[in-house]
């Protein structure tokens, strides 16, 4: 059983709409990460969210972290083919001092 | 900056033989991880390091696996007899802030 729940598992969209990705947990966390992996590379890191209710801008993409800290969103306006690739969610647990990932969100943006 | 530097970046190899992994982690980053991922899923943490000393090894299979990192930079991790169900990325990441992890490319680890 994944500790992190992300939807959907895959998710597959023509260039320029947009789309959200779902990172739940029943567990408090004290910080959440965004990463992205491409085929061959490690995850990138592209965001880390640290305050309940906080939302955070990286151009065409916002996420948001969840008042209680057991979830967080990703969305991406005006998807590009660009944007492909895997994104995993990761919660930062203090008890333990650890980073737990999700099973990840296959995004596939098709031109 | 250079970043995390893994190699090999691909293994493959016969079952029950050994394979070990190596990481050179980002100059001043302390804290160095070895992530085992499979297919599908995410990376899931097998040993964590602080400097030299291994301060979570609790996922580490230690019949088979074993890990060092001497003078606290660079790590080792080795898997000895490997079996067909080794077969994964093996990530090595490291961290100043310690919820904020920068991965290498990881080594994917064929097993026949």
């Known amino acids: 059983t994944q500790l992190l729940e992300q939807s959907p598992q895959f998710l597959s969209i023509q260039e320029g709409e947009n789309l959200t990705v779902y990172c739940n947990s029943s567990?408090?966390?004290?910080?959440l990460q965004w990463y992205r992996q491409e085929p061959g590379e490690g995850p990138v890191l592209l965001v880390t969210?640290?305050?309940?209710?906080e939302v955070k801008k990286l151009k065409r993409l916002t996420f948001q972290f969840g008042d209680a800290r057991k979830d967080s969103s990703l969305h991406i306006t005006a998807a590009q083919t660009g944007d492909t690739g895997l994104y995993l969610c990761?919660?930062?647990?203090?008890?333990?001092?650890?980073?737990?990932f999700g099973a990840g969100t296959i995004l596939r943006v098709k031109s | 900056e250079a970043g995390v530097v893994q190699s090999p970046r691909y293994k493959i190899i016969e079952k029950k033989q050994p394979v070990a992994f190596w990481c050179n982690p980002i100059s001043g980053h302390n804290t160095l991880y070895w992530y085992r991922q499979n297919l599908g899923q995410g990376p899931e943490l097998l040993i964590r390091?602080?400097?030299?000393?291994?301060?979570?090894d609790s996922q580490l299979p230690k019949d088979r696996f074993s890990a060092e990192r001497l003078k606290g930079v660079d790590s080792t991790l080795k898997i000895q007899p490997a079996e067909l169900g080794d077969s994964a990325v093996y990530l090595c990441?490291?961290?100043?802030?310690?919820?904020?992890?920068?991965f290498g490319p990881g080594t994917r680890l064929t097993v026949t």
């Open positions: 567990s408090v966390f004290s910080s």
């Open positions: 990761a919660g930062f647990m203090e008890y333990g001092n650890k980073l737990v």
């Open positions: 969210v640290v305050t309940g209710g």
């Open positions: 990441a490291s961290s100043y802030v310690r919820d904020e992890q920068y």
């Open positions: 390091y602080e400097n030299e000393e291994a301060v979570d």
